[in-house]
């Protein structure tokens, strides 16, 4: 009886396994490791259909932050990466992570903050003057802290506001180690002030006392690129339709389906897949 | 608004069901893998005296408390294209999530069934003695005769298995349609604000947890009766 059983599992288990690997075998699908911007803020739900409807191909997006998502694409995890940091994005190409970056898109960031405004920055165009008052003020203030594409734009705006945040940190800056919207759910129960990206503010719906505080400072720029994950460094890559879905989101047809996307009547990316440099 | 999930329960909302059907497939397959394991493996460490038993009952026992995100971070180590099973392609699908839930519960149903059986093997020690049928027959008739008490470890390992998002949230990757479950689920619509559907989803997969425990329960229940009475 014993035996009976154990075999009984044992089946149970290989069917699990067996049933499972044909409908992987099924279908043709693609792996991107993109941001939690795009996810959260409905575009790729707004996107995802209009490609599979023309190619049948099923995009599976795993949203982490820019660094994650690079270093899922580095571990040979994703077949294409979609993120926002030029920089990290361009080293993830030159160390034959990456076939070649292709530019976009673009949004852009804000300050959020607590409407009583302690730090005296709301209505602000000037990101670095404003981030000198919050620390001199000693404003509370929620960093990402976890290597994404945000975190790394505000570490940057810091250093371009003369402010070494290593050094100069107080009670103030709180490092939370999550998310935008975690970023921001922090915020709004705390009612500090928080770089985000303007997608994930406009579908954000717990925005307790927060409002937009600094907007339209061109340092506050957002671009997002599109990597294929290198064959060469990992040869499972699906080469041919992870191609074919960045071909999609820089042909004029991918282009105006970004630029159609919009959130209660308000545009969140803009295509900018043919500005030299972007 | 803070009963849209309910809403969206009733009206049959497919995205819904889906996620539903995911977790349930997802939880009930890892609890019956982690059965399968767990229980022989209980039954042996009650009734198997050998080296070092008491310390891999001890590890067994601590296991039930491992943070099921290191369980997560392990598989998703095991299973990465650059880790040793990179190979087969698991990662970011429902079976690698089957696998990391199997290893979270094992040790919680391996303990729970320890218990029970050491319990059991107590009344029945010079029975199955004089009957010398061995360990894996005598571990056999345990299982067997102790199937309606055991049924509150399978529970315990599927409630545990349902209720933690640590670990499939990093070996699923929580993609849309294909490894969202009820938990990740939750966890993405708190981050994106909407808390009303995160608790609405949360208050969902309670009722789902209570459903299937008095099922199981029911069963149990008759089947006791029904064994009594034959």
Known sequence: ?278 | MFSSAFWMLVTGDPGLYRIIGLSLYVSLTATLIAAAIGLPLGALLALKEFPGRNVVTIIINAMMGMPPVVVGLMVFLLLSRSGPLGSLGLLFTPRAMIIAQAILIIPIIAALARQTIADIWVQYRDELAAMNIGTAGSIATLLWDGRFSLLTALLAGFGRACAEVGAVIIVGGNIDGFTRMMTTAIALETSKGDLPLAIGLGGVLILIVIAINALAWTIGRTGERLAGAA
């Open chain 1, 1 to 278: 009886m014993f035996k009976f059983r154990h075999s009984i599992a044992m089946g149970f288990i290989a069917f699990a396994l067996l049933t499972g690997q044909n409908a992987l075998a099924q279908e043709k699908s693609i792996v991107v490791a993109s941001t939690t911007s795009t996810q959260d803020s409905g575009l790729f739900g707004h996107l995802l259909p209009l490609f599979k409807a023309k190619t049948g191909i099923d995009v599976r997006v795993i949203s982490q932050g820019t660094g994650q998502a690079l270093d899922t694409g580095r571990r040979g995890d994703a077949d294409v990466v979609f993120v926002h940091a030029r920089s990290q994005e361009e080293k993830f190409v030159a160390d034959g992570f990456g076939v070649k970056r292709f530019p976009v898109m673009y949004n852009d960031f804000i300050l959020i903050g607590p409407k009583n405004d302690p730090a005296k920055v709301n209505g602000s165009k000037d990101i670095a003057a404003a981030l000198v008052k919050i620390k001199n003020a000693g404003a509370l203030f929620i960093s990402r802290g976890d290597k994404s594409g945000t975190h790394a734009a505000e570490l940057n705006l810091w250093k371009i506001a003369g402010i070494d945040i290593a050094k100069d940190k107080g009670p103030w800056y709180r490092d939370i180690g999550q998310g935008m919207g975690a970023a921001l759910n922090t915020a709004s129960a705390s009612n500090a002030y928080v770089l985000a990206d303007r997608g994930t503010w406009l579908s954000f719906k717990n925005r307790g006392d927060l409002m937009i505080s600094v907007e339209g400072d061109k340092r506050l720029f957002n671009q997002y690129g599109v990597i294929l994950v290198s064959p060469a460094k990992h040869p499972h890559v699906k080469k041919d339709l992870a191609q074919s879905f960045i071909d999609w989101l820089i042909s004029p047809e991918g282009q105006k389906a970004i630029d159609d996307f919009k959130v209660g009547g308000e545009q969140l990316f803009f295509p900018n897949a043919y500005t030299p440099g972007a």
